[in-house]
């Protein structure tokens, strides 16, 4: 089991409530990343980081916001909350080069009302 | 556009049975190609990977082929488990540059006793 832990692991908030979400990982990957994922379809990139003060966009990016300041904190935060973010959010962490795989945590579920 | 594409999107069988799945892709130069096993509330968990000159790799009763002539890969399980209900997911790395993976939406399994 990899060492990457995800919290909350639920919640429900509001509309318009600034929130985040935290992952942190003992493995000491560079390589992290913050996906999105709705039922029956595939995972989403929102962020991803390649070492500390190294954060790029992903094809969701829009809205939420990362930062690396840590190697084993990569925080994900939402400005605004509304009813369409609503989703599970997974955090991965990687190692070395493409061949490695990703190590995931057991997401944080969203709900917006 | 890099597609990985996967089949069926649903499958439903009895325990001790066998189970094929597919997953086609685009995703262009190919590095490696992973399947991951997500089971309900957990993230994923790789299972294989596969790279180009790699045809067959088994890792207990999953077998995982490759054919990177017709971008074709498969898994199969053999005497399923109650244990394996789970969405398996194909993931495919481009070589070079960025290390960015592509989902496929999974296969969502489901063994009944």
């Known amino acids: 089991e990899a060492d990457i832990y995800q919290t909350p692991r639920y919640l429900v908030i509001g509309t318009g409530k600034k929130i985040t979400l935290e992952c942190s990982q003992t493995?000491?990957?560079?390589?992290m990343y913050w996906y999105q994922q709705d039922p029956g379809m595939e995972l989403h990139l929102i962020h991803y980081?390649?070492?500390?003060?190294?954060?790029e966009k992903g094809d969701l990016s829009s809205e939420s916001t990362v930062s690396r300041i840590r190697t084993e904190h990569f925080p994900l935060t939402l400005e605004s909350a509304r009813p369409s973010h609503t989703s599970q959010y997974l955090c991965?962490?990687?190692?070395?080069?493409?061949?490695?795989?990703?190590?995931f945590g057991n997401g944080t579920r969203l709900t917006v009302t | 556009k890099n597609q990985v594409e996967q089949s069926p999107q649903s499958l439903i069988i009895l325990e001790g049975k066998n189970c094929t799945l597919q997953?086609?892709?685009?995703?262009?130069?190919?590095?490696?190609l992973r399947w991951y096993k997500q089971d309900t509330g957990r993230g994923p968990v790789s299972l294989t990977i596969?790279?180009?000159?790699?045809n067959t790799k088994s890792n207990g009763r999953y077998t995982a082929t490759l054919d990177a002539d017709t971008k074709q890969s498969s898994l199969h399980i053999t005497a399923s488990q109650l244990s394996d209900s789970a969405s398996y997911i194909c993931?495919?790395?481009?070589?070079?540059?960025?290390?960015?993976?592509?989902f496929g939406r999974g296969t969502s399994l489901i063994v009944h006793p």
């Open positions: 596969m790279t180009f000159s790699e």
């Open positions: 493995m000491g990957h560079d390589k």
């Open positions: 997953c086609n892709y685009t995703v262009s130069p190919f590095s490696n």
């Open positions: 991965a962490s990687s190692a070395g080069q493409g061949a490695t795989p990703l190590h």
């Open positions: 993931v495919v790395s481009r070589s070079g540059g960025s290390y960015i993976p592509t």
């Open positions: 980081s390649y070492g500390v003060n190294s954060t």
